[in-house]
């Protein structure tokens, strides 16, 4: 485990390290560093050991590379012990899993649900764009308010998600990372979840360059 073995811990930062040397000199509007997708199950503490043992490895390397750290729990909770470290953070937002994870074969029990609307009401309460602004962008916020850059790095919903669930649904997450003043990035452009060959079973594709494409997801991302 990285949070555990010291060995793994010394070649991740080792490996970061050769990264920042070899790329050193590319500006940051160019390229920045995501350091590591989604870690769970580790406390905080464990977490920004490791965090900054590779962070100082970078800068040791090249000082000015812009860094990124996903938050804590799969990226949905901002690790407030890092606001000094002079690093970006990356949230991701697929809540609630209901609608984003419909049917998705990987994960737990997703074909036992019944088919979500938007809101969605009675799990265990709604949960609408209001609460979304409560729950999801409002501690990220106020991380923000530490002087932390905040990244929205994955949003997006599974192709067996209803189309209309999954249009409204964005609408309200790109409005409310609209009023955060957040840039965004969907999982994914070209693929299950995204408006490239998605195979969606209930969407009318254009034929576009060899691709099936979802204009009215594809112009919903582009008004936002």
Known sequence: SLWTDEATHEACASQWAAFAERYRGIPNEHLSFNLLNEPMDVDEATHNRVIERVVAAIREKDPERLIIVDGLDLGWTPVFGLAELGVAQSLHAYD????????????????????PTWPLRGVPELIDRDALRRQRVQPWKALESRG???????????KETPHAVTLAWMEDFLCLFREAGWGWCLWNLWGAYGPLDSDRADVEYEEFEGHRLDRAM???LLRN
């Open 148 to 158: 932390v850059g905040v990244h929205l790095g994955e949003f997006g919903n599974y």
């Open 218 to 220: 594809l112009e919903l």
């Open 96 to 115: 609630p899993w209901r609608i984003s994870h419909h049917r998705a074969p990987w994960f737990p029990n997703a074909d036992g649900w019944d088919e």
